[in-house]
């Protein structure tokens, strides 16, 4: 049996092509798609604001830590294109981030040692 990993992954693209009704869409749904809406999810949360330029996708992937960082940015970019295909919003290429959240260092406060 493999080891699973979470993985969190930001998708970024460039919107291309919005029809105007894509546009009224997104500006009339722009409140609960801003940067305080931003969150980890399996099922991606989308944000971006009233310019209508860039997006971004933030999403959880649960994966074999065989398969590594590159399978969970793509298996969230593929996450990303079918969510923004359902939308019916045009995009250009997308990159992402991603964070091995098994594998991450966490510096908490107070755990260094004094110099001497």
């Known amino acids: 049996m493999s080891t ?3 993985y969190r992954v930001i998708v970024r693209g460039t919107w291309e092509g919005l029809a105007e009704e894509s546009r009224v869409r997104l500006l009339a ?3 609960r798609h801003g940067l305080a809406q931003m ?3 399996p099922e991606g949360s989308l944000t971006y604001d009233a310019a209508l330029k860039h997006f971004s996708y933030r999403y959880e992937v649960v994966s074999d830590a065989a398969d590594g960082e590159e399978m969970a940015g793509a298996l ?3 996450r990303a ?3 923004l ?3 019916g919003c045009g995009h250009g290429a997308l990159r992402s981030t991603v964070t091995d959240m098994d594998t991450m260092k966490i510096n908490r ?3 260094r040692t004094a110099p001497r």
């Open 4 to 6: 699973q990993h979470t």
């Open 29 to 31: 749904e722009l409140d």
């Open 39 to 41: 969150r980890f999810t």
């Open 76 to 78: 969230a970019e593929d």
């Open 81 to 83: 294109e079918s969510a």
């Open 85 to 87: 295909r359902a939308l």
């Open 109 to 111: 406060k107070g755990s």
